[in-house]
């Protein structure tokens, strides 16, 4: 099926054997049937706290069972250290530990070791086995049950973690040793500087097997696994749904509402509906061609813009939309801006065509670039990954500022089984604003499926919302 016509629609359901083939067989936990343009975005609650940790708990497994052991095989790394303290946490952590851990303990050690069968030992010096998901290593010294844990054992801390962690390293003796340490890659530079001292301490002869390895820290953060997918799903769609209220009769009064009470009820609608935002949403409107300074009450007439993202079960969201302010008599907006939507829209396209796994940020930019610059179309590039993050592991395609592309983050290779915001705009002329020019940007979710076929999480903006 060409490209464009996959990314028209999507649907995620949630395994149901019947619609998804034979049972038995491995199966992708959604479809693809038809969104029609004009059914409403609906919200979608979610679960109550506990029964929303089972099921991050399974995430969690998944990522530690399939993708981790395959990551380790193709960057050829027998041993992964992670080492950080309370309030120093790496940028991995919080994608390696159970949803009930919100910090490290005093020094929690987390030890990844490749087994000649390609499974991959898990071993938590300090910081419990989250959820059994690792072996946890306790000290053999024995203490009173006030001073201890309960257990009759110390909680490992400071050289006694170290002296554990060298008989591990010894007992296993690694050919490698990834620490992580980058210059470039913040999700692969967690190693603060006094823990990487007293780790090389620990080490002792065996830092000398210490190599970097960035991609591995990169690519494990970024890889989604399907079973996530009906729940992000489900989350894009209640952000679609909020943004068409937001930009609604029911938010905005022309003339009286400003675009900080659009902020402000977008705060506190995801607080309501039990989610975070990674971000103060940006609202703003352009008038006939100008950006109004200042605190700005929205008129009739206006070209409404949104820059919204919320956190879910630590499921990030990225979204801009559009909306318009109709003039008295009007019954959609000018045909101009209907274009200038739709040419972004054209640009979504070119870019997601261009998107194969395989090529780094940079080489899908300069393709995409080409394709839009020879159909003439005025615009720019700004997409990033998401996913454990808002601003998240892998390639960045473009920078607003950087359309000649990104040294070092836009070198990283493109990965099927990743979710990208699909962030850009286009600038076009308005007849019917005298030929002054608007912005139309866009920013929409989107997946790489493990042949890295590209849809829309669920679908895209292809009309405005409207104030009337």
């Known amino acids: 099926m060409p490209v464009r016509h996959r990314l028209a629609v999507f649907v995620a359901l949630a395994m149901i054997p019947a619609l998804l083939g034979t049972p038995g067989m491995a199966q992708s936990p959604f479809a693809n049937v038809a969104v029609p343009a004009d059914v409403p975005a609906r919200y979608h609650a979610l679960p109550a706290l506990r029964d929303q940790a089972v099921e991050r708990q399974a995430w969690l497994q ?43 303990r005093r020094r929690s050690i987390y030890v990844f070791a490749r087994r000649p069968d390609g499974s991959v030992e898990r071993l938590a010096l300090g910081g419990g086995d989250q959820g059994g998901v690792y072996e946890a290593y306790r000290s053999t010294r024995p203490v009173s049950e006030a001073e201890g844990d309960g257990a009759g054992s110390a909680e490992l801390v400071g050289n006694e973690q170290r002296r554990l962690l060298r008989e591990v390293v010894e007992d296993r003796d690694p050919a490698n040793i990834v620490l992580n340490i980058d210059e470039v890659q913040a999700f ?19 830092v000398e097997r210490v190599r970097r390895e960035p991609r591995l820290a990169v690519d494990f953060i970024a890889a989604r696994v399907p079973e996530m997918m009906p729940r992000y799903r489900e989350v894009t769609e209640t952000v679609h749904a909020m943004l068409s209220r937001a930009f609604s009769n029911a938010v905005i009064t022309p003339g009286v509402t ?58 990030h969201t990225d979204t801009q939309h559009l909306g318009y302010v109709l003039r008295e008599g009007e019954t959609e907006p000018p045909a101009g801006l209907r274009r ?75 990965r099927p089984d990743t979710w990208h915001s699909i962030e850009l705009q286009s600038t076009s002329p308005i007849p019917e604003w005298g030929g002054k020019r608007a912005s139309c940007r866009q920013e929409e979710e989107a997946f790489l499926d493990a042949e890295g076929n590209r849809y829309w999480v669920f679908r895209r903006q292809e009309d405005f919302h409207l104030v009337w």
């Open 62 to 104: 998944a990522r530690l069972d399939r993708v981790l052991p395959a990551l380790m095989a193709e960057y050829d790394v027998e041993m992964w250290i992670l080492s950080m303290r309370e309030y120093a946490e790496d940028p991995v952590f919080f994608s390696i530990v159970a949803p009930t851990t919100f910090a490290a």
């Open 258 to 315: 400003t675009v900080d009470d659009v902020r402000w009820w977008l705060r506190q609608e995801s607080l309501r509906l039990g989610m975070t935002n990674w971000f103060h949403p940006s609202v703003s409107v352009q008038r006939e061609g100008d950006i109004p300074p200042g605190p700005t009450v929205i008129q009739r007439g206006d070209l409404l813009w949104v820059d919204f993202g919320v956190v879910a079960m630590n499921l």
């Open 188 to 206: 692969s530079d967690g190693l603060h500087a006094g823990e990487r001292e007293a780790i090389e301490r620990a080490l002792g002869p065996y």
């Open 340 to 414: 200038c939507l739709a040419t972004t829209n054209r640009l979504q396209d070119i870019l997601l065509e261009e998107m194969e796994p395989g090529g780094t940020g940079n080489e899908i930019l300069a393709r995409a670039l080409a394709v839009m610059r020879g159909e003439g179309i005025d615009g720019t590039i700004y997409t990033h990954p998401i996913g454990d993050h808002g601003h998240g592991a892998g390639p960045l395609i473009g920078r607003w500022d950087a359309q000649e592309g990104v040294p070092g983050r836009g070198d990283v290779v493109l």
